[in-house]
């Protein structure tokens, strides 16, 4: 019986990832087709013409050049604000705790509309016009809480006695926190880091709303699909996926690179154990 | 506090403190309460702001009462100003999305968590991932592509004969649910299958081995257990649909309005940021009403939800 219903399952896994990733081919196929319109259908022969017109079209490249220096921005940002507040948050307890909780997590569950309005008329009252610096400062709103949550994830498992042995042996407070705290908040800082910057990429809402004149790749496509399109779209889409399959394969490789080196370092362990027995 | 202090000193702190005050106060607390102070105010000339014409009312608010068309209900069909059937068709088709994606996602969650051998997670969780990464526009820009009236998907229903004439999809509301389904999808599968994963096999199998058919052991065991994930799942699902403004304005059509875009237009066309604001609030206020909603419903907290 588990066996018809086992059978069943990978059926729908294989049809479920077909339906997430065909839609992906269908865009990219359609980079390569010799018609004005992005379509896979009918098909009117092979061309690199997209890829071409996507190298010579400045504002793309203008775009996407706003949208690296908006991301490291924010990451900049934001992984020092999501670790301060971490740290802030970890050393309270009961009622003021979660309150404070509450008002960190807010900022994600709120809609980007709401985060690029309000931030674009507060600094309007202060006489700050809009532009990417403004969607910086939205954008960092919402994202220091997805550092603060990796951050506090990862002082659960931080040994306090460590910084009391520093202190008691006589180290300042700065390298307390320099050789102990933050060597051990390393890996959450950076995977911080790594969402914070993919968000921001990936941002449209409160960009579009706190802009100014100024595009990012995002409104910049957004725009491009709303005024008529031509596959340009397609090819820079294909050339993204790819970039993202690049990156998602490397961590791949590394992951089992890194699982064959510890069941190796497993093995001789075992084996030096065996060989102490004998 | 008092431990901060002695591990790091009073500057270190102060820096810890700053950091955080800047970030909810500066970012956060501030701008909101502009924007519930501006969504009081009325759309004024410049020279005018601050004159004896800027005072509070409710009239930003009075607008989405304003420009009644038809609407019909369950087969009803009654008047309703505009901007509140776009309201309610918002709440409507985001919840009608949450539960699409719930009814995909559990078998799903289910199947990774419980059925398939650990060796291959790493391998299917990656090809999960990917469409994840690439952006929300470039996947509502595929559908948008799928769907057109020339496009593939009449292709090939046509070609193997389902249909005789080309459909078009791009109309209605349809294609919008389509591609918030296809975009949000995983963050329902994402937390169900944390929440399930959790479970002891054991109390599948014990319950399988009392006898209890398929349906009773989700519907006893595993759905219970899940139930922080969906409760999770749920929200990210309806505020993420709720609050795309890329999705419909990509997919809809002008006979389907999604909320957002109406802020939209007040803010960026009409260029009335104060009656954008009031709208912006109430979109604000439908969310805290979903999350407090969810919250009393599955009994999960808050820390629950976020993770």
Not at chain 2, 94 to 122: C, D, E, G, N, Q
Request: proline content about 5%; glycine content about 6%; some cysteine.
């Amino acid at each position: 019986m588990h066996k018809k219903r086992d059978f069943l399952f990978h059926l729908y896994m294989a049809l479920f990832l077909a339906y997430l990733l065909i839609p992906l081919m269908i865009m990219g196929g359609a980079s390569f087709n010799d018609s004005k319109l992005p379509t896979v259908y009918p098909w009117k022969g092979w061309t690199w013409q997209w890829f071409i017109d996507l190298w010579h079209d400045g504002r793309i490249w203008y775009a996407f050049r706003n949208t690296l220096l908006v991301a490291v921005a924010v990451a900049a940002i934001a992984v020092p604000i999501g670790a301060a507040a971490a740290i802030l948050i970890n050393s309270l307890t009961g009622r003021i705790r979660s309150v404070l909780y509450g008002v960190m997590i807010a900022p994600i569950l709120a809609p980007g509309a709401v985060i690029g309005i309000s931030t674009l008329l507060f600094w309007n009252k202060l006489n700050v016009g809009s532009g990417l610096h403004l969607s910086v400062l939205g954008q960092v709103s919402y994202i220091a809480a997805f550092v603060m949550l990796l951050v506090l994830a990862r002082l659960q498992s931080f040994d306090q006695s460590l910084e009391e042995a520093a202190l008691d042996l006589g180290a300042s407070h700065g390298q307390v926190m320099r050789r102990i705290l933050l060597p051990h908040l390393y890996p959450a800082l950076g995977a911080g880091a790594a969402i914070a910057f993919f968000q921001s990429i990936e941002n449209f809402n409160i960009t579009l709303f706190t802009r100014g004149n100024s595009d990012t790749l995002t409104v910049y496509v957004f725009s491009k699909v709303r005024s008529g399109i031509t596959p340009t779209i397609n090819a820079l889409a294909l050339l993204l996926i790819l970039f993202t399959l690049g990156l998602a394969l490397w961590y791949e490789l590394a992951r089992r690179r890194r699982a064959r080196l510890e069941a190796a370092r497993e093995a001789e362990g075992r084996r030096a154990e065996d060989a102490e027995l004998a | 506090m008092r431990d901060l202090l002695r591990r790091y000193g009073a500057g270190l702190t102060a820096g810890f403190i700053g950091l955080t005050v800047f970030w909810l106060l500066i970012l956060v607390i501030l701008p909101n309460l502009t924007l519930f102070e501006s969504s009081f105010r009325p759309y004024l000339p410049v020279v005018d702001i601050g004159g004896p014409k800027d005072v509070y009312s409710l009239g930003n608010y009075m607008k989405v009462f304003g420009a009644p068309v038809d609407a019909s209900f369950f087969g009803i069909t009654f008047q309703l100003p505009v901007h509140i059937k776009i309201f309610f068709g918002t709440v409507y088709y985001s919840a009608l999305v949450t539960v699409i994606t719930f009814l995909l996602a559990y078998p799903l969650a289910y199947y990774l968590a419980k059925i398939v051998s650990p060796k291959s997670l790493p391998t299917l969780f990656l090809l999960l991932f990917v469409p994840l990464w690439v952006s929300e526009i470039l996947r509502s820009f595929a559908w948008f592509i799928i769907l057109a009236f020339k496009g593939p998907l009449n292709a090939l229903l046509l070609n193997i004969g389902i249909i005789d004439q080309p459909i078009r999809f791009i109309a209605g509301y349809t294609p919008v649910i389509v591609g918030l389904v296809y975009t949000y999808v995983l963050f329902m599968v994402f937390p169900i299958y944390n929440a399930i994963q959790s479970l002891d096999t054991n109390q599948i199998e014990a319950a399988e081995d009392l006898g209890s058919p398929w349906w009773r052991t989700h519907w006893r065991v595993i759905l219970p257990h899940a139930k922080p994930g969906i409760a999770s799942g749920s929200v990210m699902v309806f505020m993420l649909s709720a609050g795309s403004l890329l999705v419909p304005t990509l997919l809809g059509s002008t006979s389907a309005q999604w909320f957002t875009q109406t802020i939209q237009q007040w803010m960026l066309e009409a260029l009335d940021w104060n009656t954008g604001a009031a709208y912006a609030f109430l979109l604000l206020i439908l969310c805290t009403v979903f999350v407090s909603l969810v919250m009393r419903v599955f009994r999960v907290r808050l820390s629950d939800i976020a993770k």
